[in-house]
């Protein structure tokens, strides 16, 4: 019993690798495999890190480090502690932006994993647990079949997500956020940068100060604000929560299965509506702008229709038209 716990809490840091060096430039490698790993985390700077799943129990960890100028003791470090195992890159602060890598790690399936890296980007594929974390501060995320409740996070780098089923909350401070085949709740937020939703079944939460957004082939709820860009939905069944600063909103093969709001202050809304006309009730106002709603029209209010789904909608500057 004293033994095992022994084991158990014994912390091993390696430098470990084969060295090559020529005159400028010194690489160093490394390609290691461990085993009762239940958790990893990574901490890469200036390199690409790379995640996927693999069918075996253990976890394959293979890197290089690139360095460009002689005398940088920058190097690649790993860390077993009580089953996880952490990665990260060691910099000479004297010489750290000269150097570049890779580091790839295959994985069991349903592992808990996270990557912070900086200057480079992430890919992760076919992961599958309830904390996977995804944050680059100058890189892009690619990722493809997660499962589970997922964080992913950019500071200055685009997102690109496809093949998601659960819980995911993902926001990026300067760059494009794309997410395709999801399942499930989502969350997302952009300080600069167009979104992008398609194929999407559950709840989308979102918002955007400088940006467009779009939805395409999306069912269930949105609830979308933008201060600067317009908001475009195709092929929706659901319930929509427009609000839009400075920018138009469109809707085409739109469906409403639930009450919903439209909100511009400048620009139009214009909602192309698979519906038939008694299916809404309509409360519409607008500062400056026409209001029309299947064949009823009005100048600064419209109220008009009797129907289970309430449309309430308002515009400071800009026509509204629903049809």
Known sequence: MKTSLAIVFVVAIFIVGNYVTTDDVMSQQIDETFNNINAVEVNGSFMNVEVESHDADNVHLWGELTTKKAGDDSKILYEVKGGTLSVWVEKDNKMFQNISGHLKLEVPKYIRVKVNNSSGSITARNLKNDKLGLTSSSG???????????????????????????????????????????EGNISARSSSGSQVFEDIEGKIRTNASSGSLRFNSVEGKISAVTSS?????????????????SGSQSGQNVQLKADSEFHSVSGSITMNLDNNADDFTFDLRATSGSLKAFGSSGSKTLKTGDGVIMVRGSSSSGSQRYN
């Open 140 to 182: 892009s995320i690619h990722a493809e079949g997660l499962q589970g409740k997922m964080n992913v996070s950019a500071s200055s780098g685009s997102i690109s997500l496809s093949g998601i089923e659960g819980e995911l909350d993902v926001t990026t401070s300067s760059g494009s956020i794309k997410v395709y085949d999801a």
């Open 229 to 245: 860009g317009s908001i475009r939905v195709t092929d929706f069944e659901g319930a929509l929560n427009l609000t839009s600063s």
